[in-house]
């Protein structure tokens, strides 16, 4: 805001301090009711994840939740991937991505916070697959489409072979079952001594991508 003066007569300054009055309460309380609008991946467990009710869980809801909460304002949660994120950022459409890994080049017209967690972008291959090198494996690689994980492992290895879902859980089905000879997912990066991840049944840790 800006104060300024005007030399107005005695009623005319009392006329135009009410519709001043007014907006700068209407202002206030606006400020004080802002939703944030949080964009945030749709299925990207555990982090957060949306069911059919509607209902939103994980890490970064529950941190997003919080801060809300101490800061005193409201939040609107948009599903999206990671891409549909930033590009709802990008357009207005949302205030902030709930979480986003840092790129050294950035996204143009995007700001990073102070990191929130550490995670590792990580390589799982099937117990008994074995390749020497990352650039001998001949099998398809189980990854999220429209992720950024994917544009990150093409501009490495653009000679893998990647077999893309669309979802976390379409992926998670096929592991479990253990229909795919490798995948790539984001996991915590170990805290405090502690063992943050403790691997899926058929498969190891093959190779860190990015952290």
């Given at each position: ?194 063992q943050a991840y403790t691997g899926v049944e058929g498969y190891s840790e093959y190779l860190v991508i990015?952290?």
């Amino acid at each position: 805001f800006f104060l300024f003066k005007i030399n107005f007569g005695q009623d005319m300054k009392s006329i135009i301090q009410i519709p001043l009055l007014l907006f700068l309460l209407l202002y206030t309380t606006s400020l004080q009711s802002r939703t944030i609008k949080v964009a945030t991946q749709r299925d990207y467990y555990p982090y957060s994840s949306f069911d059919s009710l509607g209902i939103y869980e994980g890490f970064l809801i529950d941190w997003w939740e919080l801060w809300a909460l101490k800061a005193g304002v409201d939040l609107e949660f948009i599903p999206g991937s990671t891409m549909d994120c930033i590009d709802l950022v990008l357009k207005g459409k949302a205030d902030v991505v709930s979480g986003l890994f840092f790129e050294e080049d950035g996204h143009e017209g995007l700001e990073y916070s102070e990191s929130i967690f550490s995670l590792n972008t990580t390589l799982f291959l099937k117990n008994g697959y074995d390749p020497k090198s990352i650039y001998e494996i001949d099998r398809p690689i189980g990854i999220i489409k429209n992720e950024l994980a994917h544009q990150n492992l093409i501009a490495k290895y653009p000679q893998l072979k990647l077999e893309y879902f669309d979802s976390f859980s379409d992926l998670q089905n096929k592991v479990q079952d253990k229909e795919v000879a490798g995948f790539i997912y984001d996991l915590p990066f170990p805290l405090f001594g502690d063992q943050a991840y403790t691997g899926v049944e058929g498969y190891s840790e093959y190779l860190v991508i990015r952290s």
